[in-house]
T-cell receptor, first 116, second 110 residues
Framework: GAVVSQHPSRVICKSGTSVKIECRSL??????MFWYRQFPKQSLMLMAT?????????EQGVEKDKFLINHASLTLSTLTVTSAHPEDSSFYIC????????????FGEGSWLTVV | ELKVEQNPLFLSMQEGKNYTIYCNYS?????LYWYRQDPGKSLESLFV?????AVKQEGRLMASLDTKARLSTLHITAAVHDLSATYFC??????????FGAGTRLTVKP
């Protein structure tokens, strides 16, 4: 079946640095991908919608200059956390919309970010 | 704005017992999802409910959807320890993103 892969699965970075997380649709093309953030013991919150070839749409309260999203191809979206702070430590999960299977949404395995 | 309310938030069950998790949402939607999440893991898709009256079953779990009441339920039958996890309902919006409920943390005790 369709698979969405995220990389890295775990990353530790120092405060003030930037870190990039990739989301790939492995066997389908995804014109739309979504980025969610999940803090420990909380639910998933949508951060932004990533559209191939255009600017991402950010949810209210999400800083677009801090969380840079690039969707340069039909199989890859990247989330870059710039000037990371400890409060950015979270589980980041992407999902991808597959039009091939009736607009089915597939979730990636998630990426744990720890900022020290 | 679409709101999704899930209850209970915490559920401790004895093995062999039955229970229901409820998911209410505030606006009409085409699709409702149920996911399972184990600690430290991403989401595992359980059910997608597409229409009013839809009922789906997989093993000890059964999900239903009442679009008129804007209510979905996840029923657990004869719970076993392996069902211990956090369960989320999610409602898909028109632009295909999802609003998630707060999650129900289920613990099944022997």
């Amino acid at each position: 079946g369709a698979v969405v892969s995220q990389h890295p699965s775990r990353v530790i970075c120092k405060s003030g640095t930037s870190v990039k997380i990739e989301c790939r649709s492995l066997d389908f093309q995804a014109t739309t991908m979504f980025w969610y953030r999940q803090f420990p013991k909380q639910s998933l919150m949508l951060m932004a919608t990533s559209n191939e070839g255009s600017k991402a749409t950010y949810e209210q309260g999400v800083e677009k200059d801090k969380f840079l999203i690039n969707h340069a191809s039909l199989t890859l979206s990247t989330l870059t956390v710039t000037s990371a702070h400890p409060e950015d430590s979270s589980f980041y999960i992407c999902s991808a919309l597959s039009g091939w299977t009736g607009n089915t949404i597939y979730f990636g395995e998630g990426s744990w970010l720890t900022v020290v | 704005e679409l709101k999704v309310e899930q209850n209970p938030l915490f559920l401790s069950m004895q093995e062999g017992k039955n229970y229901t998790i409820y998911c209410n949402y505030s606006t009409t939607s085409d699709r409702l999802y149920w996911y399972r999440q184990d600690p430290g893991k991403s989401l595992e898709s359980l059910f997608v409910l597409l229409s009013n009256g839809a009922v789906k079953q997989e093993g000890r779990l059964m999900a239903s959807l009442d679009t008129k009441a804007r209510l979905s339920t996840l029923h657990i039958t004869a719970a076993v320890h392996d069902l211990s996890a956090t369960y989320f309902c999610a409602v898909e919006r028109n632009n295909n993103d999802m609003r998630f409920g707060a999650g129900t943390r289920l613990t099944v005790k022997p």
